[in-house]
């Protein structure tokens, strides 16, 4: 489903000099696939996340995205299949503090120009796969922190995206909020959704089918 | 409290680009009203340098039944008035008349006024050497009164100025005082020389004079004990009495009206005024609202700081003070650069009035300017400080002390007063774009008018004849004949003509009438029409068409039968279905019922009193029939017109050496100059319209800007989560239009609802014309789209890594 080759991530330091994030990556990872990248801080897991995610365009080496060379793509080819085939999960939620959690829900949809007796019947149902029905009216300040990465996951994976980029995911939440988040993971992979999760615990890797360790930019 | 204020300072300082953009905008706001209000204290608050100008009135002749109003006074009406009434302390006249100054050099023409030996005391006006006019001297002695100016720039300021002679329409006349330099709202521009012979009337015989001819202005000082109301009330007894005793007299039917002095001079600017005045308070409300904004704004992002200060000890007032003290110190500050900008616009304003508004050549602003502008300084600096200071002293101790560097939004309420702000300022600029549309475009109509006549190639001049050598209509017939026949003798010339008045210069005389067949209506019941003295040739100067009949000839003279032309609605309206040519028509008061007129002919229609307002009477007379001691000669010329004034000097020389020439300007200009007081109200207005779009265009982008910095975090996501550059657009673009297309619409509510103010100051098209509308509200709700998209092209461009990882 992913290819990365010889993908490289840089930033000028000055004096013609550059500073590299990420070097020389070779990844392949196939559809249905659970993969955690661990490593240490600054060793370029959320920068290869967004590269993944398509959010960071200032790379170099190949992406190719179920056959289709990413790094062919001009940017705005790059959103419409990034909104038609990737999901995202913050490690900070991110929701919208002044959408309640239904309009939350809705944001993606409307961004996909779903009709909108669709994006109401996808809304109805993400609300009730995810047992928040009772809250669809309450604004993210009066949910706790695991029931809003809740609403995040079921934003993130409202337009039925193939691939789940999730940054952190239970960063923010205490264990049992944090299990139940990874649970919710296993059972969206087991699914048929590939998910791709950047995690510093060993606990939540364990729940994916591998793992990627990064350090220093470089695949080790 | 020093602190404070040192600390304030300390503040503003320390953030330039705030301090700047604040203190311009509210210096705009500032200084439009300070100018407006030191014109408004010139013109209505300051009042006339007379005694108690209050209690002077004006006494004015009306028949309302004909439409005849401010109609002057006969001598014989004056002479009822001064001897019968009870109700003034006295009663006093004058009249402008135009005087040949000789022996001092060039002879010249100077402006003066024969009035009644009362007249100065009256007033209340002492002089500042010498003494005003005595009763004894009154019609006759040939004494005068100079002004200051007359006295310093033609006198050399001579301390023996008192008892000197001087030579005026060649009578040797003797100065017993100097004035002080008189208001030109009540005296007229220039006026130098007053005489004390208010009787005598070189334009009209003694006949015609004690038949109703009238050409006084007649004044009254209110007794102590008497309000102006009672004064009114007591016209009709002496309008009867007078009617009663001068019953064969052509203004006897004409009631009498009291008009204050001070309301005399500025009765017809009231509505320019008031117009001015609530567009410079509308462009102080939006700057005030664009800095309460950015005072929200920047008093939010310290909450941090008020929250120390709250747990150091300071309470709500001490934070409250503290804010005050910095939006009033902008403001303070905003007021001295305001007066500055005050100084230059009312210099301009004489410039752009021209002689149309009564105002000095220069204009100083006074104390009571200085005062409002202070108040009004110190008011709006609390205005726009109050809100955002109370809300901001709302922070929460521990909270502000947790946050981070990073500003916060505010709350929801501060959103909504900010887009309401936002809503607020638009309105006002809509009503202000609208209203400086509507009279530009009435101005644009007014100066494209057709007058009916060519005025460019055209020169004109007084001219002015002393009794002395010209008493008679012959003798002046003969001088104008040959001044018109030197002029067109000279190169470049086309033709020349006499005229009594000028089109648009404001002078014009108007005669009873009436048709000579049927039964005409007794003299006093006849209704006034606009009369113009002419030679041949005018109407072929002026382009007049010639629609049937023949223009006058040297053989329409003084022994002539008398003649008359009729304008094209003159002669429809007298004249129904008939033809005009060969009807006779009865003028003016001679013999008890005017002298019979035989129509030669009907030429086009002329707007010769106002290019707003077509005339529905217009009569031509030729000038030996109807003769006056003071005329305008009229010269068409093939090159520059300019270059006729040394060609009638040369053609002066030739005839009379003596005689000046007076007021020398092209047609042209004195069309231009009749717009005056229209081009002053739509300059300033026009300006200050500009500015609200401007105040309101930083407002909106400000509101804007700020949206989009607070929201930096929320684009990112809503860009991870799949939004593109459109939706980005969309959504700031949306936020930011929404309060505008609002404000337009509130504003197009109140141009509905106040519209009808507008309507006296609209030439040819309706404060409610719905393609000036529209194209106001499209021009404005761009410019506002422009506003939007600057901050919201940035928000595109937001990285939405950074901006999550920002968060």
């Known amino acids: ?220 | 409290m020093t602190a404070d204020l040192k600390y304030a300072f300390r503040m503003l300082v320390k953030a330039p680009a705030f301090a700047s953009i604040a203190i311009l905008t509210l210096a705009l706001g500032i200084g439009a009203n300070t100018a407006i209000f030191s014109l408004i204290h010139e013109l209505f608050l300051r009042g006339l340098p007379f005694k108690d100008p209050s209690r002077i009135m004006h006494i004015y002749g009306e028949a309302k039944e004909r439409d005849l109003k401010q109609l002057p006074f006969s001598v014989p009406k004056f002479w009822h008035y001064r001897d019968g009434q009870t109700v003034f302390s006295s009663v006093a006249a004058d009249w402008g008349n135009g005087y040949i100054l000789t022996g001092l050099g060039e002879p010249v023409q100077v402006l003066g006024e024969n009035v009644t030996a009362n007249y100065f005391d009256l007033l209340g006006i002492r002089p500042i050497l010498g003494r005003n006019f005595l009763p004894q001297e009154e019609m006759h002695d040939d004494v005068a009164l100079i002004t200051e100016n007359f006295w310093r720039k033609r006198l050399s300021s001579d301390p023996g100025v008192l008892g000197r002679s001087i030579a005026l329409n060649g009578v040797v006349t003797t100065i017993v005082g100097v004035l002080p330099n008189l208001p030109i709202s009540w005296f007229g521009r220039d006026t130098e020389v007053f005489t004390v012979k208010p009787f005598e009337n070189s334009n009209a015989t003694k006949e015609r004079m004690m038949l109703g001819y009238s050409f006084m202005r007649c004044i009254g000082r209110l007794k102590p004990d008497v309000t102006m109301e009672q004064a009114q009330s007591a016209m009709p007894a002496l309008v009867q009495s007078y009617r009663t005793q001068h019953p064969e007299t052509a203004d006897c039917t004409w009631t009498s009206v009291l008009v204050s002095a001070s309301e005399d001079v500025t009765g017809d600017l009231r509505p320019a005024f008031v117009t001015l005045l609530i567009a410079v308070g509308a462009v102080l409300l939006i700057a005030c609202s664009n800095v309460a904004n950015l005072l929200l704004v920047r008093f939010s992002g310290r909450r941090r700081e008020i929250a120390l200060r709250m747990a150091l000890g300071a309470d709500r007032r001490d934070v409250v003070r503290l804010f005050l003290l910095e939006s009033t110190t902008v403001s303070v500050i905003a007021g001295i650069i305001g007066w500055c900008l005050a100084l230059w616009i009312v210099a301009l304003a004489p410039k752009m009035a021209g002689d149309n508004v009564p105002l000095e050549n220069s204009i100083s602003l006074h104390w009571p300017v200085l005062v409002f502008t202070l108040a009004l300084s110190l008011l709006t600096g609390l205005a726009m400080g109050c809100y955002p200071a109370w809300q901001s002293s709302r922070a929460d101790l521990i909270e502000g002390l947790k946050e981070s560097i990073r500003a916060v939004s505010g709350s929801r309420g501060q959103h909504r007063l900010r887009r309401g702000l936002v809503a607020a300022q638009v309105a006002l600029s809509m009503v202000l774009l609208a209203t400086a549309a509507m009279l530009a475009s009435s101005f644009v109509r007014l100066s494209n008018q057709e007058t009916g006549f060519r005025s460019d190639h055209v020169w004109a001049a007084g001219i002015g004849l002393p009794d002395g050598r010209y008493p008679d209509a012959a003798s002046r017939g003969r001088f104008a004949q040959r001044l018109v026949d030197e002029v067109q003798a000279s190169p470049g010339v086309e033709t020349t003509a006499t005229v009594e008045a000028l089109p648009m210069s404001g002078n014009y005389s108007q005669t009873p009438y009436a048709r000579a067949d049927g039964n005409p209506l007794p003299v006093n019941h006849r209704p006034l029409g606009l009369t113009r003295s002419i030679s041949p040739g005018y109407f072929q100067t002026l382009r007049i068409p010639l629609l049937a009949g023949r223009d006058f000839t040297e053989r329409d003279g003084t022994d002539a039968p008398l003649v008359v032309i009729l304008s094209n609605s003159t002669a429809k309206k007298l004249f129904p279905g008939e033809n005009p040519l060969g009807k006779q028509l009865l003028f003016g008061v001679d013999h008890g019922n005017g002298l019979m007129a035989e129509v030669i002919g009907v030429v086009g229609d002329v707007r010769s009193r106002e290019l707003a307002k077509a005339n529905d009477v217009e009569f031509y007379r030729p000038s030996p029939q109807r003769s006056f001691s003071f005329f305008n000669l009229v010269v068409r010329t093939s090159v520059n017109p300019e270059t006729a004034a040394p060609m009638v000097r040369a053609a002066l020389d030739k005839i009379d050496k003596e005689i000046p020439i007076l007021q020398p300007n092209t047609l042209d200009t004195i069309i231009t100059q009749s717009l005056g007081q229209r081009r002053l109200t739509m300059g300033l207005l026009g300006a200050f319209a500009g500015i609200a779009l401007l105040l309101a265009v930083v407002g909106i982008y400000g509101a804007v800007a700020y949206t989009v910095e607070q929201r930096t975090a929320e684009i990112g996501v809503r860009m991870a989560l799949g939004a593109q550059v459109k939706d980005v657009l969309r959504l700031v673009v949306r936020q930011g239009m929404n309060p505008v297309l609002i404000g337009l619409g509130l504003g197009l509510v109140a141009i509905f609802g106040t519209g009808r103010f507008l309507t006296a100051q609209l030439y040819q098209i309706s404060p409610h014309n719905p393609i000036l509308l529209a194209l106001t509200a499209a021009g404005l709700a761009i410019a506002a789209l422009l506003a939007c998209l600057v901050p919201a092209r940035r928000a595109t461009s937001i990285d939405p890594i950074q901006a999550l990882r920002a968060e």
């Open chain 1, 1 to 220: 489903m992913i290819r990365l080759h010889n993908l490289e991530r840089s930033y000028p330091l000055g004096r013609g000099q550059l500073f590299y994030v990420l070097r020389d990556i070779d990844l392949d990872i196939a559809e249905g696939d659970f993969v955690s990248i661990m490593g240490p801080s600054g060793a370029g897991k959320s920068t290869l996340l967004h590269i993944l995610g398509m959010h960071d365009h200032g790379w170099t080496g190949e992406y190719f995205f179920d056959e289709t060379a990413v790094h062919h793509l001009k940017a705005k080819e790059r959103a419409t299949l990034r909104n038609q085939q990737i999901g995202f999960v913050f490690q900070q939620y991110h929701l919208l503090d002044d959408l309640t959690v239904y309009e939350n829900l809705d944001i993606p949809l409307s961004y996909r120009h779903y009709s909108k007796s669709e994006r109401a019947a996808l809304v109805a149902d993400a609300l009730d796969r995810f047992q928040i029905v009772g809250k669809k009216d309450l604004y993210p300040r009066q949910l706790s922190g695991g029931q809003q990465q809740l609403v995040g996951v079921a934003r993130a994976i409202i337009a039925g995206p193939k691939l789940l980029l999730a940054d952190e995911p239970t960063g923010n939440l205490h264990s049992s909020q944090g299990e139940e988040i990874m649970e919710l993971f296993r059972r969206l992979n087991e699914e048929g959704m590939t998910i791709v999760q950047v995690t510093h615990s060993e606990k939540n890797a364990s729940y994916g089918k591998r793992i990627v360790q990064l350090r220093d930019g470089w695949i080790v």
